[in-house]
């Protein structure tokens, strides 16, 4: 475990995978710490003006016309606290909370929210504590950002409302902090509205939905080679020299790992041999480099869609260098809305070509010489058609996911906020979509290594064979007769989700991209 120092300068996505995941312990810089001091100053001279300033002397949203008086500030930063604490559904998974926490606080240590400093260090101090908020599925509408959500967060930093404590039981927050030595925050000019106004939920779940999605990419490289291979296909279409003339990164990249781990196998270029020979693999098998660099290419844009905003300070009002404290839009989620949903489109392509590869290994009249659905005595037994029904149902729920939430829009606040992002929508559905997808990479896995497994007298690459051998050894049994299928199904699973199928092949093939 490492210590991620938290600067005026934005943060990784590496650090917020670090703190989301592996509990990295969260500090705050010397120059945040200055850069504070200096813009709280700014709010604590604009409080004491009688003209009115949004965010530090008025009300909020459509509210924002009422001047209030300085004996009552106090209680209108609680407030909204309180009354934006309006979650329903069930509880968000905890990575998903502290990437959330440790977003907002990346921006309140950028300097232009006007926080005390010592409000952001309870902040840090919640996350080093390993106190959790309870925060619930619904109640944002990703603008003015992710506020129900945190709203809730800021409630457990005043000591109000449930959190989870480090030993994973929900509590009062109060008590979770006493117990932890924190005191609660008393919420001064500005302040309540700074912890709630970001799109700190929708990026953080875009930074983990990114990290899952790199490595399940080169995992769908490896089973569509497995699966090219349990098929008999041809290898020429993945040589260097086809994709440099089509350079987009992506399609090169997933070509040279399928090539890498089918080098040496006896199984591809059969295809000419055949009673009836084919010219060409079909589509799933011979454009996968395709489908899987252009996925490739969306997580690199969305990529740098979140590098932009992790260096951003997502608030309103902000306090700019000169002084002054001016509204602005900047905590409209679309621009990350967009790329979560755009991933959410390739995630569905993914799993859609994975499938019709599954189904042409079981069909026999498409598999080139393999039993009916990789199963040992066919009518008797089943084999894995069932296991494909379970793939095409996800694959059905990948497409539904892949419709756009940022293409709707549902106006709120009296009007005053007509047009909103819906980019906390759009990440939730990614998680589900990203979640499975490794499912149904799996179910090729399983499927390709079976058919390889029965193509007798051939001698699979040295990759496929590696990768078979530690499937096993990890209890994703090989072809036989029939068996409840389902623990195969989660060992798969398993073994795809944990990394172990590219952990597997690598030793061989030398790093994949």
């Not at 047009?419 to 896995?445: C, F, P, Q, Y």
Request: with cysteine; proline share 6%.
């Amino acid at each position: 475990m490492h210590t991620v120092v938290v600067g005026t300068s934005g943060t990784t996505p590496e650090d917020v995978i670090a703190v989301a995941r592996a509990n990295a312990k969260v500090e705050l810089s010397a120059d945040a710490l200055a850069a504070l001091a200096r813009a709280r100053e700014i709010v604590d001279a604009l409080a004491a003006k009688p003209e009115p300033v949004y965010g530090v002397s008025t009300g909020f949203g459509a509210l924002a016309s009422r001047h209030i008086s300085p004996e009552l500030r106090a209680q209108l930063q609680r407030n909204i606290v309180r009354s934006h604490a309006a979650g329903m559904g069930p509880r968000v998974e905890r990575e998903v909370v502290r990437a959330l926490m440790f977003l907002r606080l990346k921006t309140v240590a950028s300097g232009h929210t006007g926080v005390r400093p010592s409000v952001a260090q309870t902040m840090a101090d919640v996350l080093n504590a390993g106190i959790t908020p309870v925060v619930h599925e619904y109640g944002s509408l990703g603008c003015s950002g992710d506020l129900a959500p945190l709203s809730h967060c800021a409630l457990t930093l005043m000591g109000e409302g449930d959190a989870e404590g480090p030993d994973g039981v929900v509590k009062p927050a109060g008590e979770l902090l006493a117990a932890a030595g924190i005191e609660p925050v008393e919420l001064r000019e500005k302040e309540g509205l700074a912890l709630l106004n970001g799109t700190d939920g929708m990026l953080g779940m875009l930074c983990m939905a990114i990290a899952d999605l790199k490595k399940l990419y080169t995992s769908a490289d490896i089973t569509a080679a497995l699966s090219l291979e349990a098929l008999l296909g041809t290898d020429k279409v993945l040589a260097p020299e086809l994709h440099a003339i089509r350079p987009h990164p992506g399609q090169g990249a997933s070509a040279a790992n399928m090539l890498a781990v089918l080098k040496d196998s006896g199984l591809t270029g059969h295809f000419q041999e055949e009673e009836a020979p084919r010219v060409q693999d079909a589509y799933s098998v011979r454009c996968a480099p395709q489908v899987n660099g252009a996925g490739r290419d969306t997580i690199a844009y969305a990529l740098t869609v979140a590098e932009r905003e992790l260096a951003a300070a997502v608030d309103n009002p902000v306090v700019l260098p000169d002084g002054r404290v001016e509204s602005n839009g900047n905590f409209h989620g679309a621009p990350v809305a967009y790329v979560l949903d755009f991933l959410a489109i390739a995630a569905a392509d993914l799993g859609s070509i994975a499938e019709r590869r599954t189904d042409r290994l079981l069909d026999k009249n498409r598999s080139h010489g393999l039993p009916p659905f990789l199963a040992d005595d066919a009518g008797v037994d089943s084999g894995l058609m069932i296991a494909q029904y379970t793939q095409a149902a996800l694959v059905s729920e990948m497409k539904r996911l892949a419709v756009p939430a940022s293409a709707d829009s549902i106006p709120s606040s009296a009007m005053q906020e007509d047009h909103v992002s819906m980019g906390w929508s759009a990440a939730r559905k990614l998680r589900t979509a990203v979640d499975n997808l490794t499912r149904i990479i799996a179910v090729e896995m399983y499927a390709a290594t079976r058919g390889i497994e029965l193509r007798k007298g051939l001698t699979p690459a040295p990759a496929s064979q590696a990768a078979i051998a530690a499937a096993r050894a990890a209890g994703v049994q090989g072809p036989g007769p029939d068996r409840f299928l389902a623990p195969d199904l989660a060992a798969a699973d398993a073994f795809v989700r944990e990394g172990k199928l590219v952990a597997a092949v690598e030793p061989v093939t030398g790093p994949l991209a």
